[in-house]
C-alpha cells in the first residue's frame, strides 16, 4: 500500500519560508515522478511542482516560479518543496502526489498521479 505523508506546514508571515516534506512508501520511490498540489478554501486544486523520478528535471507552475523549490532525496524516501517569499496567495492545503507509471515524465495533470498524501495546511498572514 503506498502512503505519503506530508510535514512542515504552518502560519509564517508574508515574507517568510516553509520547507514542506512528503515521505513516501510502498513504492519504488526513485523510479517516480513526484509533484506538489495545492487547494485554496473554494478553488480548485492547483498544480504547484514535479520533479522526474531522478530529480534532474523540474517544472513548476508561473506563479510560484523563482520563489518555490522541489527536490527529492532517493535514498530518504523524500520530496521537499521550499518555499520562500511567500505571499498571501499561497495560503493552501499542500498535498503531495506520486505519478502513475514507473520512470514517466513528471506532469501537472492530476488524474497522471494516482497516491495523494493528506495534505499539509500553509497559512501566510499579513
Known amino acids: 500500500q503506498v502512503q505519503l505523508v506530508e510535514s512542515g506546514g504552518g502560519l509564517v508571515q508574508a515574507g517568510g519560508s516553509l520547507r514542506l516534506s512528503c515521505a513516501a512508501s510502498?513504492?519504488?520511490?526513485?523510479?517516480?515522478?513526484m509533484a506538489w498540489f495545492r487547494q485554496a478554501p473554494g478553488k480548485e486544486r492547483k498544480f504547484v511542482a514535479a520533479?522526474?523520478?531522478?530529480?534532474?528535471?523540474?517544472y513548476y507552475a508561473d506563479s510560484v516560479k523563482g520563489r518555490f523549490t522541489i527536490s527529492r532525496d532517493n535514498a530518504k524516501n523524500t520530496v521537499y518543496l521550499q518555499m520562500s517569499s511567500l505571499k498571501l496567495e499561497d495560503t493552501a492545503v499542500y498535498s503531495c502526489a506520486i505519478r502513475r507509471s514507473r520512470y514517466s515524465n513528471p506532469t501537472q495533470v492530476p488524474n497522471e498521479y494516482d497516491y495523494w498524501g493528506q495534505g499539509t495546511q500553509v497559512t501566510v498572514s499579513s
Open positions: 520533479i522526474s523520478y531522478s530529480g534532474r528535471t523540474t
Open positions: 510502498g513504492r519504488t520511490f526513485s523510479s517516480y515522478a
